[in-house]
């Protein structure tokens, strides 16, 4: 049982900055992968970045040079720091993470989760 909560969304005009955090909770063995989503209405979801567990990035080429994810595996928390915001950018933005749960004593299981969404929308 894991959990993830996006926070962060908002509005803001083209130019501007908004960081998301992505919060897993739950009886957690081990967060591998981290990755940012997106969805713009009518459109299909978008990779906007990923992040592994000892810090290895990559990004969309749509976002390359002006968003960067990180990660601080203490709090169990990811991060997407977004900048110099364009309209296109307006998406619902999801977070994921590759986890292992305990099942018994000794056994685990690895299975992807999604969080609810944050909204970000750009516009003057």
């Known amino acids: 049982q894991v959990q993830l909560v996006e926070s962060g969304g908002g509005l803001v005009q083209p130019g501007g900055s908004l960081r998301l955090s992505c919060a897993a909770s739950?009886?957690?063995?081990?967060?591998?992968?981290m990755r940012w989503y997106r969805q713009a209405p009518g459109k299909q979801r978008e990779l906007v970045a990923n992040?592994?567990?000892?810090?290895?990035?990559n990004y969309a080429d749509s976002v390359k040079g002006r968003f960067t994810i990180s990660r601080d595996n203490a709090k169990k928390t990811a991060y997407l720091q977004m900048n110099s915001l364009k309209p296109e950018d307006t998406a619902v933005y999801y977070c994921?993470?590759?986890?292992?749960?305990?099942?018994?004593?000794?056994?685990?299981?690895?299975?992807?989760?999604w969080g609810q969404g944050t909204q970000v929308t750009v516009s003057s």
């Open positions: 739950g009886s957690i063995r081990s967060i591998n992968t």
């Open positions: 992040i592994t567990y000892i810090g290895v990035t």
């Open positions: 994921t993470a590759d986890a292992s749960t305990y099942i018994s004593s000794g056994d685990f299981r690895v299975r992807s989760y």
